[in-house]
């Protein structure tokens, strides 16, 4: 089974630490994504991966990095950590289309900033 | 742009019987796909079912079936004879381009909350 793993399950930080989100995935996927997750606004692309050190900003990437340098590994960074930030973060990781692109998901990372 | 569209924020279905969930989209590909995925309140993501642009036929997995209309751009997912365990939340995704290049996003709409009733 495909597995996709999400350092945190819960995190709190502090407004302005440097906080970094990672995520695993265990099925040599080229492409992996950060989502956020808020009520009434659904998950919502941070940035996209679709090779090792290949990037493209998602709808909103504002206040987050990200840093690709292994397949298997991507990690989402809050240079500032914001209120605002508080969110579910959600990783996922598909294989690249034409092939099948059914995306994989972690468990979640409850992120709250204080 | 591509943009999805989930106009049900919310949604009761007594058991038993079919629901229908509304999805529309917006691209300006030929080759795109689509998805539905499902969010207990435990919170993992559920891959349900798939279309591709170019399948002809509505795509069927079990009591999900995707009625597929190109003309209209709409996917509304059909989930038949509701049971308790298909309370959750219910997301409509698209990628573009699947022939065309490396950068094909992910997007997903903002859901629907399915309740179902005994």
Partial sequence: DVK????????????????FLECVQDMDHENM??????????????????DVKMKEK???PEGYSVSREKKERFSLIL????????????CASSLPPPRNTEAFFGQGTRLTVV | AQKITQTQPGMFVQEKEAVTLDCTYDTSDQSYGLFWYKQPSSGEMIFLIYQGSYDEQNA??????????KARKSANLVISASQ????AMYFCAMREALYGGATNKLIFGTGTLLAVQP
């Fill in chain 1, 79 to 90: 240079e500032s950590a914001s209120t605002n930030q508080t969110s579910m973060y959600l």
């Fill in chain 2, 84 to 87: 308790l365990g298909d309370s």
């Fill in chain 1, 58 to 60: 998602g709808d909103i």
């Fill in chain 2, 60 to 69: 069927t997995e079990g009591r999900y079936s995707l009625n597929f209309q």
């Fill in chain 1, 4 to 19: 996709v793993t999400q350092s945190s399950r819960y995190l709190v930080k502090r407004t302005g630490e440097k906080v």
């Fill in chain 1, 33 to 50: 994504f950060w989502y956020r997750q808020d009520p009434g606004l659904g998950l919502r692309l941070i940035y996209f991966s679709y």
